[in-house]
């Protein structure tokens, strides 16, 4: 069968996303498929591939590593990143021991699977702690990772819940207020700093936990006490400016080095201030800079405008983080067994200079 690409029935009115068909992503795939599904990622910005019932963890990664967007020399993986240590290697999941590159998430209990033993996954942020981002950008100044994929693998299904939120930073452009739009295109957003960018350790660690998000993840209100229960409130933590110093900073509207095309780039949970992209001077404070990123985010965030995908066995989801905004959902709406794999390539960081992705 013909690779073809359709769109996705659910969103098909607001999101420029695809099902692809034709592909069995557990063979190894070719010249010609891998251009095929390249131009399709450039095209959609995400591709669906259903029925993937034959595919293993070491096809996940090939898939990744298809497309050259990665770093070759990439050896550790925190998060899923490379960041030069071996700590923190758990977030709410756990990485397959033979193939790191790869992320468990989900909450059941995993005993010899994939090598991972007697491991408990309980799953932590969502859409209320942590609202749409794209993976790496507020992590990281540099090598943020172009591609990311998941994976259902068969045998694991939930009854309900456990949705991912995806929603295409291009088309949010297009329904952005043009007037904040001509804002934000003199801005560069300052994130809070991390301990898995250049220098993990942990005074850089500076959040006391989750964000707090409200409009439809887009707002935050604050800190979460606990990430499973929006009952207990909020922590008393001053966000201030410094809290920035050291943290990553990328333009929230960027340009696709292939395509040509603008998108909105930006994770407003840990966005601290919007700084004046000629002269670095603070064009917006940290409340400002909640507001104006939550009203340039929210109609693209809509229940009726995102996409929210439903996984099903043998689901593999594949995005362009450069251009495609995605949220998970709140673990406590999750009904019966999850389980979800995760992959996320550094980009090489000679393909980046100050936030900013050189063409090849
Ligand atoms: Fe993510």
Known sequence: MAIAFSPIEA???????????????????????????????????????????????????????AFGWHDDTQREFIFGFGAPTTEHTVSGGAQIPALPEVSVLGNVFLDDYHGIRNTQLASGLGFTYSGWHADGLHDMFDGCPELT??????????????????????????????????????????????????????????????AYMTDEGTRRLGWAVNALDPAAGMLDFDLLPEHADGGGRHRPIRTHPQTGEAALYVTPSRAIQLLDVETGAVRHDIEETVDLLSRALLPSALPDTRYEHTWRQGDFVAWLNTTVLHSATDPTDTVGDRLLHRVRLSAPKTRWKDGVYLSE
């Open 11 to 65: 969103c098909a009115d607001t999101q420029p996303f695809a099902e692809c068909h034709g592909v069995n992503l557990s063979q190894p795939l070719d010249e010609e498929t891998v251009g095929c599904i390249r131009s399709g990622l450039l095209r959609h910005g995400l591709l669906l591939f259903r029925g993937q019932q034959a595919m293993t963890p070491q096809d996940e990664v090939a898939f990744n590593r």
């Open 149 to 210: 994929t998941m994976f259902n693998p068969p045998g694991y299904q939930s009854g309900a819940g456990g949705e991912t939120y995806f929603t295409s930073g291009t088309r949010a452009l297009e329904r952005m207020d043009p007037e904040i739009r001509r804002e934000l295109e003199h801005c560069t957003v300052a994130y809070i700093r991390c301990p898995n960018d250049e220098a993990p350790d942990e005074a850089r660690r500076v959040t006391p936990g989750p």
